[in-house]
């Protein structure tokens, strides 16, 4: 038993015991974004089961600013509105796939009021048609849609590693945008001659309907618990498993002749062999 309480050994004992600590702590956090994702949907299928409202009555009666997890947030709250599409200044998200055929989708403002916009994602196009606006996908001039209200997705803030070795996904700060990673309605109206909505509408339908084939409308929100389970019970195991092979490692240890182990042979077998030369 002395020989696991030499300096080397406590330091073995110390790293098994922060790994295994470090493998629980990773695996109770898989299960806190799993409590996380679960509060989400029971938030979006709770909006999702509602009829949809006219998006002025929303914007009246919720707000378009507060985070979606507030009581009066209108994000995720099916909406619909009527208008006319602006194609001249809409924009395409960038690295978005329908099938494993990449491609982007379109958001095109809708216009319903005089100076105020509406930004709808309108669907998926190929990667070819990569200048807007694009003429296979032009709308009706003017248009009833319902769709899902969405959060604008906010860019990372940069000063990383990854964000020096230019490895980060960026909009510019400025200029006139033609493709995004980001559907962020206070850049892109930043350019335009009349305001964007806070938020945006994920196009469900459309009256009248699309002309051509594209775009290929937006899926929708899914309602899925996510990996998390299986990512913290996988962490859960190495967990186990550390503990399990470290027990095992000291017992060997123990039925070693005392003068003849030390870690590093215990762990590469040489403890053996020395004890069979000697």
């Known amino acids: 038993m002395k020989e696991l309480l030499t300096p080397r050994w406590l330091f073995g004992h110390l790293l098994a015991l922060a790994l295994v600590g470090l493998f629980v702590n990773f695996g109770f956090w898989q299960l806190r974004r799993l409590a996380q994702r679960d509060a989400y949907n029971v938030l979006l299928e709770a909006r999702l089961d509602a009829e949809p409202q006219p998006?002025?009555?929303l914007a009246r009666n919720y707000s378009l600013t507060v985070p979606e997890g507030a009581e009066n947030s209108a994000v995720y709250r099916r909406a619909s509105v009527s208008g006319r599409f602006d194609t001249a200044n809409e924009v395409l998200l960038r690295s978005r796939a329908l099938d494993g055929q990449p491609g982007y989708h379109v958001l095109t403002p809708l216009r319903s009021a005089e100076n105020r916009a509406l930004l709808v994602d309108r669907g998926w196009v190929p990667f070819e048609l990569s200048t807007p606006p694009v003429a296979e996908a032009a709308p009706p001039e003017r248009v009833q849609v319902t769709g899902v209200l969405q959060p604008p997705q906010v860019q990372p803030v940069g000063g990383g590693l990854f964000d020096r070795l230019g490895l980060v996904q960026k909009d510019p700060a400025v200029g006139r945008l033609d493709a995004v990673f980001f559907v962020n309605p206070a850049r892109i109206g930043a350019e335009l001659p009349y305001?964007?909505?806070?938020?945006?509408?994920?196009?469900?339908?459309?009256?009248?309907?699309?002309?051509?084939?594209?775009?290929?409308?937006?899926?929708?929100?899914?309602?899925?618990?996510?990996?998390?389970?299986?990512?913290?019970?996988?962490?859960?195991?190495?967990?186990?498993?550390?503990?399990?092979?470290?027990?095992?490692?000291?017992?060997?240890?123990?039925?070693e002749p005392a003068s003849d182990v030390r870690p590093e042979d215990s762990l590469t077998g040489r403890g053996e062999q020395s004890g069979q030369s000697s």
Do not use: K, M, N
């Not at 002309?211 to 899925?224: D, I, Q, S, Y």
């Not at 996510?226 to 470290?246: C, D, E, R, T």
């Open 55 to 57: 998006f002025a009555q």
């Open 195 to 255: 305001t964007l909505e806070p938020v945006y509408l994920e196009l469900a339908t459309q009256t009248p309907p699309q002309r051509g084939l594209l775009p290929v409308p937006p899926p929708g929100p899914e309602v899925t618990r996510g990996p998390h389970l299986g990512y913290a019970l996988q962490w859960f195991s190495f967990a186990l498993i550390g503990v399990v092979g470290y027990g095992v490692l000291l017992r060997g240890v123990l039925r």
